[in-house]
């Protein structure tokens, strides 16, 4: 594993991971957290998907922390939030049969300590306005403000300190998303839509959208298969093959109309 800004800055082998589909996140104190995407559970036990390493890559933590992951961010703090796509939420893999556990993830979007202690679990099920999280789309986390577009209604969220405020939202399947104070970008879509980037701006209840794009690499040529698009406070990283692209939204023209 190695930390690149953009350079590398460090590195750290990690012996014996047996864990698939991993997500990697820095964490305080030179530590390094790997999650796998799934976790199956058994009457003997569930599998442990996130190991935390130190800085000679053994191991100081193991937990589960669900099945069904789609993202991972870990915070400067070391803040540790986990969305989860349809699966994590309803159960598959053992979870959430009669006579077996809930899925962790039933709530869509948790908060884990950097010890890999929950500490905070989306409200999906209250009759808020935000309404439940079925599968979280994208995620994004800004300082220590958490941000997400989830399935069904795709509303915007923001999660600050416990506290959550929600924007309704007409762009579907957004599967990215980049902000940077009330300027919010969505990449994605279904379909013909899958390179769609939306740019609006948050008024007191909706996004509201501005202007529309096309994404391209830089010698015009349409994204690659398998492109990997993470947004991160107001950036969008494109990561394909051996290529690591950054959007910022400064780069993109802002139409106030």
């Known amino acids: 594993m190695s930390i690149h800004a953009p350079h590398r800055t460090a ?70 939030w986990v969305g989860y796509f349809d699966e994590g939420v309803y159960g598959n893999l053992g979870w959430g049969n009669p006579g077996t556990p809930a899925p962790i ?21 209250t ?23 989830y399935y069904t209604d795709f509303p915007i969220v923001s999660v600050r300190d416990g506290v959550v405020t929600s924007w309704r939202n007409s762009v579907a399947g957004a599967t990215a998303l980049a902000v940077k104070d009330a300027r919010v970008a969505l990449l994605g ?14 008024d007191s209840e909706d996004l509201r959208v501005t202007d529309e794009y096309r994404i391209v690499v830089p010698d015009g040529r349409p994204l690659p298969k398998r492109t990997q698009v993470i947004g991160r406070g107001p950036d969008l990283h494109v990561l ?18």
């Open 127 to 149: 009759s808020e306005p935000w309404g439940a999280i079925s599968d979280c789309y994208a995620l994004n986390i800004d300082g220590d403000t958490a941000w997400a577009c």
């Open 240 to 257: 394909s093959g051996d290529d690591w692209y950054r959007l910022g939204l400064e780069d993109i023209p802002h139409t106030t109309a």
């Open 189 to 202: 879509g279904y379909g013909p839509h899958h390179d769609r980037l939306s740019v609006g701006t948050l």
């Open 105 to 125: 993830g039933e709530y869509g979007l948790i908060r884990f300590s950097s010890d890999l202690e929950t500490q905070w679990r989306f409200p999906s099920h």
């Open 11 to 80: 590195s750290v082998e990690l012996s014996g991971l047996k864990l698939a589909h991993v997500t990697v996140q820095p964490l305080p104190g030179d530590r390094v957290l790997v999650v796998g995407a799934r976790a199956r559970w058994r009457p003997e036990g569930a599998d442990r998907n996130a190991i935390v390493y130190d800085a000679d890559g053994h191991v100081v933590a193991e937990a589960t922390l669900g099945d069904g992951i789609s993202h991972v961010f870990a915070t400067h703090t070391g803040d540790i």
